[in-house]
């Protein structure tokens, strides 16, 4: 069985879906039914870089992508804005005039921190069931609603007008097209988007990634374990017997000192993940999610 991560390095044109389905084939024995597999946060087909395709069992654990903090490097033109906030979009607005670079520098710098942002019309949030993106593309009126978000960092890399490139660290959620738009419109210009990569995904370095190629000619020695993908997860040690009992769903008391959310081990395999929360006496691992490869192994 199948089961660890991927971290692709998504290609110019693909859409998010059509990454997984190439990977979902080329894991897939001929004639067998398709594995199971997921990403673990949408990048736009203009955009490359680090896509994590979850396989298997792993697929459980999505949100440990969905909620990480991104790290993007991009490019925008403050001379013009579309409709998609990106290069593909319809032009909807041209600028005239000039900025320095003192002038741009002082407005970057006023992103970083906690803001309101108002994600693009054209995007993946669901409204009314619906993809946002869908009812734009049908004419629908589509009234996006601000999110919190948190720039880290934002670092100009170049600068030649009407040209800007940054480097950005951000929480979930963050839109880098919505970022552009944003600070184009703080200078009175443009701000659509030209280029997008994503460098990391919850500080995994871009030196994980593998493009296409290399999956295809590597595929044997390319997916990690699940373990890894959960690295920032304590790990908690149990005996055969006490790890039986965990993969039957019972609670099970251990002497540690940890507390929180933990991935579960017995006999040097991973069992699932637990809350590891205080009990009368002694911290109680409460199951979160139970792995069945684990449970065919040892139960």
């Known amino acids: 069985m199948i089961s660890g991560v991927l971290f692709l390095d998504k290609p110019l044109g693909w859409t998010s879906r059509r990454a997984v389905n190439e990977v979902i084939r080329l894991f897939t024995p001929s004639g067998s039914k398709k594995i199971k597999a997921g990403h673990t946060g949408t990048l736009d087909p203009l955009a490359t870089g680090m896509l994590p395709v979850l396989l298997g069992e792993a697929t459980r654990f999505a949100e440990m992508g969905l909620n990480a903090e991104k790290e993007y490097q991009f490019t925008f033109d403050l001379s013009y804005q579309t409709d998609s906030l990106d290069c593909e979009g319809e032009v909807t607005e041209r600028f005239d005039g000039t900025i320095t670079e003192k002038q741009l520098l002082n407005v970057v710098q006023s992103f970083i921190g906690e803001q309101e942002q108002v994600p693009p019309v054209y995007s993946a949030i669901r409204m009314d069931g619906k993809r946002a993106h869908e009812l734009a593309r049908k004419g629908k009126d589509v009234e996006m609603v601000a999110r919190l978000v948190t720039v880290h960092t934002l670092e100009l890399l170049d600068f030649k007008f009407p040209l800007v490139s940054l480097k950005v660290k951000c929480s979930k959620g963050t839109y880098v097209r919505s970022l552009a738009r944003d600070i184009g419109k703080k200078l009175a210009?443009?701000?659509?988007?030209?280029?997008?990569?994503?460098?990391?995904?919850?500080?995994?370095?871009?030196?994980?990634?593998?493009?296409?190629?290399?999956?295809?000619?590597?595929?044997?020695?390319?997916?990690?374990?699940?373990?890894?993908?959960?690295r920032d997860l304590s790990d908690v040690n149990l005996e055969a017997a006490e790890g039986k009992r965990f993969l039957q769903g019972q609670r099970i008391q251990v002497n540690d000192d940890l507390q929180g959310f933990v991935k579960v081990f017995a006999d040097h395999c991973l069992l699932g993940t637990a809350d590891l929360k205080p009990g009368m006496k002694r911290m109680v691992l409460h199951p979160s999610r139970i792995l069945p490869s684990a449970q065919e192994k040892l139960l």
């Open 189 to 230: 210009m443009g701000g659509c988007v030209t280029a997008l990569r994503r460098l990391s995904t919850g500080g995994w370095p871009s030196s994980m990634m593998i493009d296409m190629d290399e999956a295809i000619e590597k595929k044997e020695h390319i997916i990690l374990p699940l373990s890894t993908w959960l």
